[in-house]
């Protein structure tokens, strides 16, 4: 189901990681290591909660019926899975498509008047619904979005009315969301306690939206308990100990940057999920492997340059799915102007492979060494799965590489800042000092 092919890494290096590996799994296993608290993720896709599932489903069914557009309202943990799944399974082409689910938009993720704007623009004449999604309740960028569209929808439909859009996805008793929920009679969704923000797409945090985009979440939860149930195996053979074992043995030899290269346009933002999920799980105290991401094979006519012959500090892991997706082949033609005669009858697949094989070949020759994980195919089965193992390697890469991979203190240092630049009641010393350190 999901293949790690390791082969550019030392097999003596990872049979003498193997032994700090074990001890790494057995601490998330027995919740004994660091960040012990929040390793509710693990067993989470055997413990599914059917009463929560059909009221997920439910609130799904009534956005399809009552709704045209769905604005999920979130951002990092509480924003990228959601995306990230959607995209993958429906296409980056989703809210263009004809199709019987709302179109999905999401806000909350970022400070821009601009997209703001356009969200608000691209709801004037249609009816919408709300699932704000914040597992803290507080954090500025979706509060702000919130309290925007808050008074939208209370405008357009009353206040009775507004309740029965608005799907909050929260702590099951803390932070200003749950508070405002309760007050306003808002259907909620519980973020559980010991899962953190960037491990919560099998939660309700991932689950809702995804359901309204008219995906299979029961097959993405089967996924997900194939995936654990791979995973759970100690030994070589896990594909979860085998990608933390490269990545960190990649590290020791000064291959600072893991770049996730993937071949497919609609897995941008599964991109953009792990980014944050190895980002913010391992980038602390000084360590951490930079996580960047390509999608070729559009980003070989712009980032190929550097990872052919830029600085060698990098290492490559292809995402690839075996499977195409469409059977498209090369027409022939009369005149073969372009020369292409020698590809017609070839299925457009068999192109991209080649693409993939050549590349591989050309970036090993550069001296970067390529990891390469392999799915059947891209759908809900295999995505769940995919997602699991991420988390799962990530575990067991953040143990190794010695730091605590459930926190993320970083995250607190620009809030505090805005906020007392913002002239936050309780905040007024720090902001004057902070003004005084700009010209800007
Ligand atoms: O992984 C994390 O914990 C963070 O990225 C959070 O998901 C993000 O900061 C959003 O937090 P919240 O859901 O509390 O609004």
Redesign the pocket.
Known sequence: MIKVNISAVSGQKVSAMLPRALEAHNALRNKTGRGGDFLGWVDLPAKADEAELARIKAAALKIKTDSQVLLVC?????YLGARAVIEALRGSFYNIKKKDTPDIFFVGNNLSSGYMAEILSLVEHKDFSINV???????TE?AVAFRILKNLIEHRYGKEGAKKRVYATTDISKGALRQMAGAEGYETFV?PDDV???Y?VLTPVGLLPIAAAGIDIDALLAGAREGMELCAEPGEGNPAWRYAIARNVLLSEGKRTEIMASYNPSFVFLAEWYK?LYG?SEGKEGKGIFPAAVNFTADLHSMGQYIQEGARDIFETVLLVSRPDANIKVPEDADDLDGLNFLAGKPLADIEREAFRGTYLAHSDGHVPNLVIEIDKADERNLGALLYFYEYACGISGYLLGVNPFD?PG?ESYKKNMFALLGKPGYEEQGKALAARLDF
């Open positions: 979130g951002i990092g943990g509480s999604i914040s597992k803290s309740g507080t954090t979706p973020i953190g923000g960037r919560s944050q913010e993320q995250v």
